[in-house]
C-alpha cells in the first residue's frame, strides 16, 4: 500500500473487517499494508487532507485572523470578536440576546471600517519534504521557526489585543498566518526568522502561511534544533 489518503484507509479497513469477519481470505501483504498505515498515522499529526475555515477581520489597528475546522465554530470565534466591540457601533440591541449569525451580520453591516472575508483554506495530505505545498497558501515545517518564536505564536494566537504585532491562529499541530506587506513598527517586533519565512511566502505570491510540523522543509530557510 504506498497511498495514504482517507479514502484508501477506509478501503483497507473494510478488507480488514471482512477478514476477521471470515468472509473473505487472507490477502497476502495485509499485514504489511497495515504496519505501514500505522507508521503513517503515527507520523503525521494531520495524516490527510483537510480543510480549514478562515475568517480574516481588518481594522484601523490591523488584522485579526481565525481558523476552525468548521463555520459553526469558525462563526462563534468571529461573533465573540464583534460582542467584544459592540460598543462601536450605534445599535440598540444587547449582543447578547443575538445568535452568533446575526451578531456577525450587523455588526459588519454598521462597523465603521472594518471588513470581514471569509475563505477556505485546503490543506494537503503530508508530502515528501522536496516538494512545496504553495497555492494561496504555502505550508512549511515549523523547523523554520526556534522554539522562542513558536512560544510568541502560541501566546499571540490567545491573545485579543488587536496591537499585538501579528495576528495568528493555532492550528493545534501549528499556526496560520496572513502573509502582507510589513510596516516598520510591525516588523520590529517580529523574530528574524518570522521574518525569513513570512518574506519567503510573499515573493511566491501567497497570501497565507501555514506553520505544520508536518510541513515540507524548505531549501534555503534557516533550520532550528527543538
Known sequence: MTSFDRASMVRLLAELRRTLDGGAKVRPGLQADLLNAEAWIAEHEIPWAATIH??????????????????????????????????????????????????????????????????????????????????FTLVAS?????????ALLDAWSTQEDIRKPKAVADLGAGWLLSVRALNEQT??????????????ACTKGCRYLILDRDGPEIDGLSRHDW
Do not use: K
Open 54 to 135: 478562515l475568517a480574516q477581520i481588518d481594522h484601523r489597528h490591523g488584522a485579526n485572523i481565525y481558523a476552525a475546522r468548521d463555520s459553526v465554530t469558525l462563526t462563534a470565534q468571529v461573533a465573540a470578536f464583534c460582542r467584544s466591540w459592540w460598543d462601536e457601533i450605534d445599535d440598540p440591541q444587547g449582543p447578547a440576546t443575538l445568535d452568533d449569525e446575526t451578531v456577525v451580520q450587523v455588526y459588519f453591516e454598521q462597523a465603521q471600517e472594518e471588513y470581514l472575508a471569509v475563505d477556505t483554506i485546503e490543506i494537503p495530505a503530508p508530502v515528501s519534504s522536496g516538494d512545496l505545498e504553495i497555492g
Open 187 to 200: 516588523r520590529s517586533g517580529l523574530p528574524h526568522d518570522l521574518l525569513e519565512i513570512l518574506g519567503f
Open 142 to 150: 515549523t523547523v523554520h521557526i526556534s522554539p522562542a518564536s513558536a
